[in-house]
């Protein structure tokens, strides 16, 4: 992520500040939605339901679902170009495949498969196991950059060094950060805290999960920022420009390599609980070998297609993001107005509480979409019919730089339950209560 900050031409300064934008941004979001899950103890497009309605939640849930399997193919092909290095050097700014013929390829396809299939065996076993795996591997992952910049000649000061480049494009960085990050994770927050007591502080939940999330890619990015400076100009092989020795070039692999395989851990377990949440009744064990293959298949697709992950992600990121945001903002915002537990049963069945369909909800994610559609720009093949509104606009440059669509759609998809959802929430936990008072009526009744 740091060096994707360098890469885009901002300053140090400029880049760290869209980092801890993005970031703190998203780990707030996240933290909503490990509040909840604390709340429930169910998966996070479960408890959705009760934002758009038991079956409504299927048009942003298979949305959402979509563009995490597609990111999760992106990452796997991200994985291999980041090694690239490694198995005859393709570089990290050109195309990751010259040759499908070439002896690159009789490397890459095992990696490949390799850094796969480990984070869908890890899956397999649950969430426990599972968040437990991530924290181990991402506390190695941090090593790599670490090892490096203790290798390397930069300078801390730089940090804090502001050059006068466009504060525009530190908050467009921030944004789509926050796309990548909060969008992407917040509809897998309640997913690794569904099994922590419900009777736990929620302020501690908030807390910790905050904390959990943001500190390791604050840390690590503030020194991807620092080691750009080394490789933005130079070099076109990321690892052979940061590792100066033989060894170091052993070690910065294999972590980055533990690196992507904690990621990836994090998608496809996620993805599997949102597939269960949107109703896909399918046995966890067997979904996540199915989720493994898919994934596998869209990174190869791409692979074979001598695409570059990098250029997809900058293509894509803006589009996908309206939608994630317009989905986060919706739920988090109806998560922050709830204050008790959601009733489990009526998260089922489309006659209770939460009925079959939340049209207001559902037109604002919509609006939400189509708003932040209007005001985002995209170089990517079908999408370039988005920014509708930025053509007519005076300014449209500044619009294009901006990116401001994110926010819009995040800000709509908020501001209508605050707005219009206040009083059929409080109904709702009006109507639960009376039913928790009401189950033990009969515990004293002679039969």
Not at 74 to 87: K, S
Not at 313 to 334: K, M
């Amino acid at each position: 992520l740091g060096f994707l900050l360098g890469q885009l031409g901002l300053h140090q300064l400029q880049a760290f500040l869209a980092l801890a934008l993005g970031v703190l941004a998203s780990g707030v979001v996240v933290a909503v939605g490990a509040v909840a899950g604390k709340r429930s103890g169910l998966p996070t497009l479960t408890l959705s339901r009760a934002t758009f309605g038991v079956f409504g939640n299927l048009i942003p849930g298979i949305a959402v679902s979509v563009i995490k399997l597609v990111a999760l193919a992106v990452f796997g092909l991200a994985a291999l170009q980041l090694l690239d290095g490694h198995l005859f050097s393709i570089g990290f700014k050109r195309q990751l495949l010259v040759s499908t013929s070439s002896p690159y390829l009789v490397w890459a396809l095992p990696v490949l498969a390799s850094l796969i299939a480990v984070p869908a065996i890890i899956s397999i076993f649950g969430n426990r196991i599972t968040y437990r795996a991530q924290q181990v591997l991402a506390l190695i992952g941090l090593a790599s950059p670490l090892l490096v910049i203790g290798q390397s000649n930069v300078n801390i000061s730089n940090l804090f060094t502001n050059q006068n480049e466009s504060w525009w494009l530190v908050i467009s960085a921030g944004l789509g950060i926050f796309a990548a990050l909060g969008g992407l994770w917040s509809n897998a927050a309640a997913d690794f805290s569904q099994d922590v007591s419900s009777t736990s502080s929620g302020f501690k939940v908030f807390g910790f999960a905050f904390l959990g999330f943001t500190l390791l890619p604050l840390v690590s990015g503030s020194l991807g920022i620092l080691l750009a400076q080394n490789v933005k100009t130079s070099g076109l092989n990321l690892v052979s420009e940061l590792a100066k020795s033989q060894w170091m070039t052993t070690v910065v692999c294999g972590l980055l390599t533990v690196s992507a395989i904690a990621l990836l851990l994090s998608g496809i377990s996620s993805l599997v609980s949102a597939l269960n949440g949107i109703g896909l009744r399918v046995e966890r064990r067997t979904l996540t070998v199915v989720v493994a293959v898919l994934v596998l298949a869209g990174s190869l697709a791409l692979f074979v297609n001598k695409h570059s992950a990098w250029a997809l992600i900058g293509d894509y990121l803006a589009v996908a993001g309206v939608i994630l945001l317009g989905w986060t903002g919706s739920f988090v915002s109806e998560v922050l107005i709830r204050r008790i537990a959601y009733h489990e049963v009526s998260l089922q069945r489309s006659y209770g509480i939460y009925k079959s369909f939340n049209w207001v909800n559902l037109t604002g994610f919509l609006v939400s979409v189509a708003v932040g559609l209007g005001f985002v720009t995209s170089g990517g093949a079908g999408v370039a019919w988005v920014g509708y509104f930025i053509r007519v606009l005076p300014t449209a440059s500044f619009w294009q730089q901006a990116q401001l669509g994110l926010a819009f759609s995040f800000l709509i998809s908020a501001l209508v339950p605050v707005a219009f959802g206040i009083s059929r929430i409080k109904r709702q936990e009006a109507e639960v209560l009376a039913i928790e008072n009401r189950r033990n009526d009969l515990n004293n009744v002679p039969f």
